[in-house]
């Protein structure tokens, strides 16, 4: 027997709630039965002012965002960087973040853990 599992973007669960806002969010890591750490994937549209700022402090989770498609700009503590495709974002869990997108919008897969922890799935996020 093969443990591959193969899928589209549109074939993954989808967040559905009131933090996606504009946003779409896909369970990447659940629909793909990952059980070893998080993992979604994030689109914005253009332009879009939406995206919280947030930092993962209550659970101690590091973030890495690789960003697939579009371009934009990554907010923390007064400073802006810009991103694009192919860019690896590292964030650790004390870090307030926000991601704004450019006039293509922005596509990120985010990756999530908590350093010397167990996963298990964020509530919210179900």
């Keep these: ?67 697939l498609d579009g371009h934009g700009v990554i907010q923390a503590n007064g400073y802006n960087w810009q991103v694009g495709p192919g860019m690896l974002i590292r964030v650790g869990p004390e870090q307030k973040r926000k991601f704004v997108p450019g006039i293509k919008g922005l596509t990120l897969l985010t990756l999530g853990g908590i350093p010397a922890k167990a996963f298990a799935a964020s509530a919210q996020m179900q």
């Excluded at 443990?3 to 989808?14: A, C, P, Q, S």
């Excluded at 967040?15 to 946003?23: L, P, R, T, V, W």
């Excluded at 779409?24 to 793909?32: D, E």
């Excluded at 039965?33 to 332009?47: F, L, R």
């Design 1 to 67: 027997m093969t443990d591959i599992l193969i899928k589209h973007f549109f074939e993954l669960d989808k967040y559905e709630g009131e933090f996606s806002n504009e946003q779409q969010i896909y369970f990447a890591g659940k629909s793909m039965g990952i059980s070893a750490w998080d993992m979604n994937i994030i689109k914005m549209p253009p332009n879009w002012l939406g995206y919280q700022e947030h930092d993962h402090k209550h659970s101690g989770q590091e973030e890495v965002y690789l960003v």
